[in-house]
């Protein structure tokens, strides 16, 4: 597979997943409208490294303003509009390597969001950011009931996997930090019902978290499903898990394995073999700090290995 291919199929994945976690994130965060706030806000913006061009714009720091900047904002990289039309950019180069449904989905999806940009008012955030949650899940599905299993495969799922760890773990730092400033797996003074349920809602895994464990919401348990449930697909194990089998199968349709294998199967190994108590003992902060670092690692080697830079 030429190298142009790899990477268009890559960055593919990586900006639908980043159009499908906006969507989510905002989604669960105009569900908490009502106790939200000016720091609720900045910690949107701040998860994508934003803060600073969200208050330059908006230095009041509302919550519309947040979702507006972080919705259809041409000139933010990471808005909903911008990841959409990359993701459908890329996906345009490489048509021969996708399904029908596929690529009728996702052009479909950029039609829709294009036209809703134009309007400029009258948008109603909260029906666009459902919208698109819904739809980047529908080619998602697509994806997983048409395409081949091959090397097109895997590097799209390299891109919509290593995007989806990286959006887990922003979110559980900067949200458990939030509630927890000190980092405590127990609350002390009453839990904060609506914070820690946008924390869940944000990966789509509330009613998972009731299921799983059938108790209240307490700190421990929210960073334990997120962190080490392999069976939860937006858990950062099952994000690794499903890295890791993509880096082996590339690896056995190339015929060589290199540093990204070993990077991807060592933080796979790592989550595999995790406890909970182990990490909140050396730090959640400081755990997640680490493993973010060592992703960037692993995105970055993935490049050179695969020439994707």
């Not at 899940?137 to 995007?163: C, H, K, P």
């Amino acid at each position: 597979m030429l190298s142009s291919t790899a990477k268009n199929l890559y960055w593919m994945g990586r900006y639908l997943q980043r159009a499908e976690n906006m969507a989510r994130l905002l989604e669960a965060t105009q569900r908490t409208a009502l106790q939200s706030s000016k720091t609720e806000a900045f910690d949107v913006a701040e998860m994508y490294g934003l803060a600073e061009a969200f208050e330059a714009i908006h230095p009041d720091g509302e919550l519309p303003q947040l979702i507006d900047f972080m919705t259809l904002n041409a000139e933010n990289p990471s808005s909903v509009f911008n990841s959409v039309r990359a993701a459908r950019d890329n996906a345009r180069a490489e048509r021969n390597n996708l399904t029908t449904d596929v690529w009728e989905s996702l052009n479909g999806l950029w039609l829709e969001v294009s036209a809703i940009a134009r309007r400029k008012r009258g948008v109603d955030h909260g029906a666009f950011v459902e919208t698109v949650k819904k739809q980047t899940v529908m080619i998602a599905g697509a994806a997983q009931s048409t395409l081949l299993r091959d090397q097109a495969w895997n590097f799209l799922s390299l891109g919509t996997y290593l995007e989806r760890a990286d959006n887990t773990i922003r979110i559980l730092d900067v949200k458990y930090h939030r509630l927890q400033p000190d980092g405590a797996p127990e609350v002390r003074d009453g839990v904060d019902y609506y914070g820690w349920s946008e924390i869940l809602t944000c990966i789509g895994a509330l009613r998972t978290y009731r299921r799983v464990y059938r108790a209240r919401i307490e700190p421990r348990r929210v960073a334990e499903l997120m962190i080490l449930r392999r069976d939860l697909p937006r858990s950062i194990h099952h994000c690794l898990w499903q890295l890791d089998l993509s880096m082996r199968e590339l690896a056995d349709l190339y015929g060589s394995r290199g540093e990204a294998d070993r990077q991807a199967g060592a933080l796979h190994a790592e989550l595999r073999y995790g406890r909970i108590d182990d990490i909140f003992e050396a730090g959640l902060r400081d755990f997640l700090e680490d493993l973010r670092d060592r992703l960037d690692a692993l995105s970055h080697e993935i490049g050179r290995q695969f020439l994707l830079d």
